[in-house]
Every structure is written in structure tokens, then in C-alpha cells.
């Protein structure tokens, strides 16, 4: 029997692989089907994290009946109209246990019908004649692969004996078993504070160790970060209790009989090498993406020190044409910068890929609504997306909105990548805009720089526009295009309730400066 070519073939059903697949199936304009190695969807979650408290946020009490809005304090939830899917309603915990996670995927799957083969790991992946083939117990064969593997291989860094090591992946979880003993957790991200607070109350001592400064959250912005909910840690070392965060680099791991010894240079002291003895040494250093099934025909490149698949600014490999990307490998695109690495800014970019590949292969233009090219409507327009939108408070810097403008009409189109925007463009047959204002909530340049706890630091006070340029907390920004290059900037002055849209301090601004562009359009 002959092999049925599909149009998409999408390698694994985690968050985004049925992401994509239910806004393929409610489409029904596009052959496709899931491939999943494992007996149910998300079985990531069923292991993954290993003391089973998730670092996303579960707020079903907002005090708002919209759903958009509520989406901004709902992490977890893949998009969907369906008010049963959101996973607000499976649980009231803040951080949540990740068994839940693992049946709100099961009846996502489920309730949205996708197509799925389960217990189908793929093997190989090869590509002949300008089509995919696929092994996973027989053969498939597909026009296009979307990859939504996630990081599934742990990231092991290049240390002498490190084989010797316990990994996150196979260490054991319960507390007594680490009873009395002293313990070095090689990671200085969530899963190494993870465990750490986890067996603390057990071991005689912990040592955490890195090469790198622990970058806190609350101050970065980027979720990824270390989290306030697992950093008790950092009071048992601060307040001198036995624990420790040892700055510098392992040299060497050797074991014999009696435990580990673990050579390590200390960076804050010139350099200086001691050797250290513990009882176990656990390996927390994170995971990366596992490319060993593609072959030489179709092996994509790879970035950030071989962690991630390389990309364009539409999630395609930067090697093999029409094999793309869905899910937290796609944070190669802003790695720790947004949140691509993350099911609440994920869930925006697969959403964005269905548009993107319907564009591409099925002519089909970018959804949009048309607009009066006046400066009252474009400015209501604004006004009321950035006070409610989801996806650019989520994908902040990353997704925007764009108002395009061609004579008396404008279009609005929704989360379109701000990359993929400056490359690709908007333009149709019969919308060949001069001029485009590209909407988008951002940080202030040096957000990072500023401890916010800090209340010596002066801020912007809120609400005053002649500062708002300066404001480092999330605020939307305004840019009119023309020819492809930024003309003119608005900064719509940040306010602590994220409410934009007083008359004098937003709306009115916002509306000479959308006059203004409008009144050079044609110059």
C-alpha cells in the first residue's frame, strides 16, 4: 500500500505539539498527525519536575470574567474556546502539581480531538526528494516536520568524572535517602534549588556550585531565572547554616569507597583550587534538545553551546528548509530574554507558526481587521488591545500588533513576531501599505540593572508621559515604519494597575503622535 504524504507531521504531543494540533483540526484544511513515543500526551510532565511542584502560575480568582485578560495570571493553559480547557478549573493551587498538568493534557487531547499516535517514537528522520520520511515502527512521509520534542536530552556540561554523578533525571527524590549525608548539586538554576530545598531538613550539608552568578527573577523578568518559590535555599547560606553557593568551576570528579572528592577554582578568590569531600554529587545543570534522529539529510543546525536547534524569524531551521520548530526549543529565538521557553508564551508562538504556515502554504493572508486610517481609530484600536491583550503582555518584546496603512485604510493584525514582521512584512494584492505602527509591551531597556526592592532607587513616577520613555517596568510601545525602517517612537507611560487608557496621560498622547505619523505619510 502506497505511503500517505501529509501535509504537517508534528513530532511529539507535549503543550505544543497539541497546540498545534488543535488549531490544525478545527482549520481542517491540512493533513496531518502527531507522532508521541510515549502512551500518553505530556508524559514529560509525569516525571519532569522531579519534586512535582510546577514554577507556573495557577490564579483562577483575578476578579475579571474575561478570558483574555485572565490568561495573563493562567500559565498553564493551552488556547482554546472551549471555557472546560482552562486549566484555572483543574486546580486552585498556585504552583501546581504536575500530575495535574499531565490529566489537563490527557483531556485536552481528548476534547479537542487531534490525531495522535501514541506508542510511535521516532527513530530516523530522512529527507528525499524534498520530502520528509519518518520512522517510528513504519514509515510516514510529510511536506513539512514540526519538531515538539522540548529539551529532552540533559545538558551535561565537559567535567572530568562527571559520569560518576548522580543525574536529575534518576536521582532519588526522597529526602531520607540523602539522611546525614554531605551533598554537592552541581546547576545553580530551578532544578538544582529544587532539590536543594528539598533535602535540606535531611543532609548534613549542600553545596551548590556553578560557573555562573544566580540570577534572580524578580529582578530579571525572565521566568526562567531562579524563582522566589524555590530559593529558601539562599537564607540557609546568607544566615551562615551550613548550606553553601560555591562560585567557580568543578575541575574534576574523582570517587572511591568513602564518597566523591571534587576539585573545584573558586572565581572569587583568584582562582584558588581546593579539593572538597562529599557523600553525593547531583548534576542539576538543565536539558537541551536531542537531534540524534535526523540524518545527514536533514540534520539542523545547532546554537547556544548545542542546546537548541538554530532558527528564523518563522521557527524554521536555518538549514533545512521546511522543517520547523514548536515549543521551548523555540526560545533559541529570545533565550532568556521573553518567554518562548514557557507554555504561557509558547502557546502564542504555535498560534503564530498555524498563521504563519498558512501564509506561506496555503495563501492565506495574515487575519486583520480593517481599520479608518484616521488617528482616532487606530488609536482606539491600540488603546483597547494592549488594555487586554494576553499574548504581548506574555511575548513581550517578541509578538506585536501591527497597524498597517495604505491610503484611507488600515488593517489591524494580531501577534505578529516582531522579526518576522521586519523581514517578511504584511504586504497582500490588495494592501500594499506605505506605512505601519507596530505595537508592543515592553521592559525599559535597563530593567535589569535596577534591584526593585530598592527604595532608594529613584523610578519614573507612573502616569507622566513626558517620562514615559524612561519607564523600566512593562509598558506599551508604539513605532510607526515606513520603508522598513523605524521613523518615530511613543512610550505610553507605565501605571501600576497595567491600565492604559486615561484620557489625558494615554489616550490623547497617543493620538497626536498617531496624527502626526499620519499627517508625514506621503512626504
Known amino acids: ?10 513530532i511529539g504531543a507535549g503543550p505544543a505539539g497539541l497546540q498545534l494540533a488543535a488549531l490544525l483540526e478545527a482549520d481542517g484544511r ?21 519534586h512535582r511542584q510546577l514554577i507556573s ?33 483543574y486546580t486552585e493551587r498556585y504552583f501546581p502539581d504536575a500530575d495535574v498538568m499531565v490529566r489537563y493534557l ?24 524534498g520530502t520528509f520520511e519518518v520512522h517510528a515502527g513504519e514509515t510516514f512521509r510529510a511536506r513539512r516536520v514540526v519538531v515538539a520534542t522540548g529539551v529532552s536530552r540533559p545538558y551535561l556540561p565537559d567535567i572530568p568524572g562527571l559520569e560518576l554523578a548522580e543525574q536529575y533525571a534518576d536521582m532519588p527524590v526522597d529526602p531520607r535517602d540523602y539522611l546525614d549525608q554531605k551533598v554537592l548539586i ?64 568543578v575541575r574534576r570528579i574523582t570517587r572511591d ?4 572528592t571534587v576539585t573545584f577554582a573558586f572565581s572569587r578568590a583568584d582562582e584558588v583550587v581546593k579539593e572538597l569531600r562529599y557523600d553525593r554529587v547531583l548534576v542539576c545543570t538543565g536539558f537541551a534538545f536531542d537531534a540524534s534522529i535526523f540524518d545527514d539529510s536533514c540534520r539542523p543546525e545547532l546554537a547556544i553551546r548545542d542546546r537548541f536547534p538554530a532558527q528564523t524569524a518563522e521557527w524554521e531551521s536555518v538549514n533545512v528548509p521546511d522543517l520547523f520548530f514548536a515549543g521551548t526549543i523555540t526560545q533559541e529565538r529570545d533565550f532568556k530574554r521573553s518567554t518562548n521557553g514557557f507554555i504561557h508564551g509558547f502557546r502564542y508562538a504555535v498560534r503564530t507558526l498555524h498563521r504563519i504556515l498558512e501564509r506561506r502554504y496555503g495563501d492565506t493572508p495574515w487575519p486583520a481587521e480593517k481599520l479608518d486610517a484616521t488617528g482616532a481609530a487606530i488609536t482606539d484600536a491600540i488603546i483597547a488591545r494592549v488594555n487586554r491583550t494576553s ?17 484611507t485604510e488600515a488593517r489591524y493584525h494580531e501577534e505578529v513576531p516582531v522579526a518576522y514582521f521586519a523581514g517578511t512584512g504584511l504586504r497582500t494584492a490588495d494592501h500594499d501599505y506605505s506605512d505601519a505602527f507596530v505595537v508592543t509591551l515592553e521592559y525599559g531597556p535597563e530593567h535589569d540593572q535596577v534591584d526593585p526592592f530598592d527604595v532608594t532607587v529613584r523610578r519614573v513616577a507612573q502616569d507622566v508621559v513626558g517620562q514615559a520613555h524612561d519607564a523600566a517596568y512593562l509598558h506599551p510601545v508604539v513605532r510607526h515604519h515606513r520603508a522598513g525602517q523605524v521613523v518615530a517612537t511613543h512610550h505610553l507611560a507605565e501605571n501600576l494597575e ?14 497626536a503622535f498617531v496624527d502626526r505619523c499620519l499627517r508625514s505619510v506621503g512626504d
Do not use: C
Not at 491540512?30 to 508524559?43: F, H, M, S, T
Not at 490527557?106 to 499516535?117: I, L, N, P, S
Open 186 to 249: 552541581i546547576g545553580k538554576g530551578n532544578s538544582a534549588f529544587e532539590t536543594a530545598d528539598s533535602l535540606m531538613e535531611t543532609t548534613t550539608l549542600i553545596h551548590l556550585a556553578g560557573p555562573s552568578s544566580v540570577r534572580m527573577a524578580w529582578r530579571t523578568h525572565y521566568v526562567g531565572h531562579l524563582r522566589a518559590v524555590n530559593n529558601n535555599f539562599l537564607d540557609t547560606y546568607q544566615l551562615k547554616s551550613a548550606n553553601a553557593i560555591l562560585d567557580g568551576t
Open 391 to 407: 499574548a504581548l503582555w506574555q511575548q513581550f518584546d517578541v509578538l506585536a500588533d501591527v497597524v498597517t496603512v495604505a491610503g
Open 106 to 129: 490527557a483531556d485536552f487531547a481528548a476534547k479537542t480531538g487531534v490525531k495522535v499516535r501514541y506508542g510511535a517514537r521516532v527513530t530516523s528522520v530522512s529527507k528525499v526528494d
Open 30 to 50: 491540512r493533513d496531518y498527525l502527531v507522532l508521541e513515543g510515549a502512551d500518553i500526551p505530556g508524559a514529560f510532565f509525569a516525571t519532569y519536575p522531579r
Open 57 to 89: 502560575i495557577n490564579k483562577p480568582h483575578t476578579g475579571s470574567d474575561d478570558p483574555e485578560l485572565n490568561l495573563r495570571l493562567d500559565w498553564n493553559s493551552l488556547l482554546t474556546d472551549d471555557p472546560a480547557l482552562r486549566f484555572t478549573t
Open 1 to 10: 500500500m502506497a505511503v500517505v504524504t501529509l501535509d504537517y507531521l508534528i
Open 498 to 511: 497595567n491600565r492604559w487608557d486615561r484620557p489625558e496621560v494615554h489616550v490623547t498622547p497617543l493620538a
Open 257 to 260: 569507597a568513602d564518597g566523591y
